[in-house]
Every structure is written in structure tokens, then in C-alpha cells.
T-cell receptor, first 114, second 114 residues
Framework: KAGVTQTPRYLIKTRGQQVTLSCSPI?????VSWYQQTPGQGLQFLFEYFSETQRNKGNFPGRFSGRQFSNSRSEMNVSTLELGDSALYLC?????????????FGSGTRLTVV | DAKTTQPTSMDCAEGRAANLPCNHS???????VYWYRQIHSQGPQYIIH???NNETNEMASLIITEDRKSSTLILPHATLRDTAVYYC???????????????FGKGTHLIIQP
């Protein structure tokens, strides 16, 4: 079956702009989580959606937001981009979001802010 | 979630067993041990998880000590493609909704030598 699909793979934006990243989970998976990976901070949890509802959020400013659609596809948005937002953004899907099921990650979107 | 300690890096010869240790001395009774790995420029990949019994799947074996304060991930016959950063994660399995996401540490950079 198809894996987790993230688009686009690479993105270059200018400071102050906003960006929207997309994630299509594995068919049947209802939970989608987002992570930010930087060389300095490593992998950090952004937020998790289940059945179109945000269930949990990591320690990130309000400029980072997301949503999930009825078909479980998810988008995350970053407004007023800063240089420090340059990172690999990863999406992970799972059946329910419970830890007893493994999370399947996409290959990520590499965002560069200039 | 309990904190984990892993060596920063390890080497292993191709064809030999790679044994990756993880210390989680503050683990609680309801916390599971999960292992993920991240190959360069890809998203993390789920490997295996366990509570207190040893576990084995097609990828690896997980040995958890009787007091559950540490564990070892074993790749029985390491290949060059196993070169990656390996993350040991300890977390609860929630009975209800609300996935907090995975807390990734720095992991162990395993280098398989030809």
C-alpha cells in the first residue's frame, strides 16, 4: 500500500512569507502528527490530529498551525516565516495515534527560509 | 515520558550483530520501549517495541532487562543499509485519545563498516 506522502519535497521561502505543507496519510490511518527536525533541536513534536480535531500540541508558537480534512489528509501552515523555521518537516500517520501502533513517517518537506 | 540515554555513536562490522544499548532507569510500569531509526534524508522508520518481554520481528530483536531499566536493540546481521541514527523512546500507551507525539532524543549514530 502507498506510504505517507508529503508535498512538496523542497521549498524555498522568504522571511515574512507564509507556507503550507501537505501530508496524505496511509489509507485507513486517522491520526496525523507533524514534527520539525533541525540540526540543533533534533526531532520535535508539533501537533497531532485525529478525525479532524487537534488532540495535542507541542511547544511551538502560534505561527505554526494545522488542520485535518475528512479524508484524513492534513496540512500545516507556518505564517510570518523566520530564518529559524528552516527545517525538515515530517508527517507521521498511525491508525489511532495510540502508541501501541507504530507511526509511519513520510520523507518530509525540506523548508529553507532566506 | 521517561528519559532515555544512548551512546552518541557506534561502529559495527558488516555481517556482525549490532547491539544498541538504551538506558531508561526512570521508566514507569505502564511505559513501553520503542525503537525507530532514521536513515539520512528520510523520515524515521518504526523498528520494534516492547513492554517487558523480549520481542523479535523481521527487522530486529529487543531485549529488555528484568528490572526494565535498560534495553538492547539487536540487528542480527548488520548490512551497510543499516547505517542510520537509532532512537530509543519510552512512552505510555494511552487508553483514550490524545497522542502526545514521540519524544526523540539524540539517538545513536550506528555506522556499519564494510
Amino acid at each position: 500500500k502507498a506510504g505517507v506522502t508529503q508535498t512538496p519535497r523542497y521549498l524555498i521561502k522568504t522571511r515574512g512569507q507564509q507556507v503550507t505543507l501537505s501530508c496524505s496519510p496511509i489509507s485507513g490511518h486517522r491520526s496525523v502528527s507533524w514534527y520539525q527536525q533541525t540540526p540543533g533541536q533534533g526531532l520535535q513534536f508539533l501537533f497531532e490530529y485525529f478525525s479532524e480535531t487537534q488532540r495535542n500540541k507541542g511547544n511551538f508558537p502560534g505561527r505554526f498551525s494545522g488542520r485535518q480534512f475528512s479524508n484524513s489528509r492534513s496540512e500545516m501552515n507556518v505564517s510570518t516565516l523566520e530564518l529559524g523555521d528552516s527545517a525538515l518537516y515530517l508527517c507521521a500517520s498511525s491508525l489511532t495515534g495510540r502508541a501501541n501502533y507504530g507511526y509511519t513517517f513520510g520523507s518530509g518537506t525540506r523548508l529553507t527560509v532566506v | 515520558d521517561a528519559k532515555t540515554t544512548q551512546p552518541t555513536s557506534m561502529d559495527c562490522a558488516e555481517g556482525r550483530a549490532a547491539n544498541l544499548p538504551c538506558n531508561h532507569s526512570t521508566i514507569s510500569g505502564n511505559e513501553y520501549v520503542y525503537w525507530y531509526r532514521q536513515i539520512h534524508s528520510q523520515g524515521p522508520q518504526y523498528i520494534i517495541h516492547g513492554l517487558k518481554n523480549n520481542e523479535t520481528n523481521e527487522m530486529a530483536s529487543l531485549i529488555i532487562t528484568e528490572d526494565r531499566k535498560s534495553s538492547t536493540l539487536i540487528l542480527p546481521h548488520a548490512t551497510l543499509r543499516d547505517t542510520a541514527v537509532y532512537y530509543c523512546i519510552v512512552r505510555v500507551m494511552y487508553s483514550g485519545g490524545g497522542a502526545d507525539g514521540l519524544t526523540f532524543g539524540k539517538g545513536t549514530h550506528l555506522i556499519i563498516q564494510p
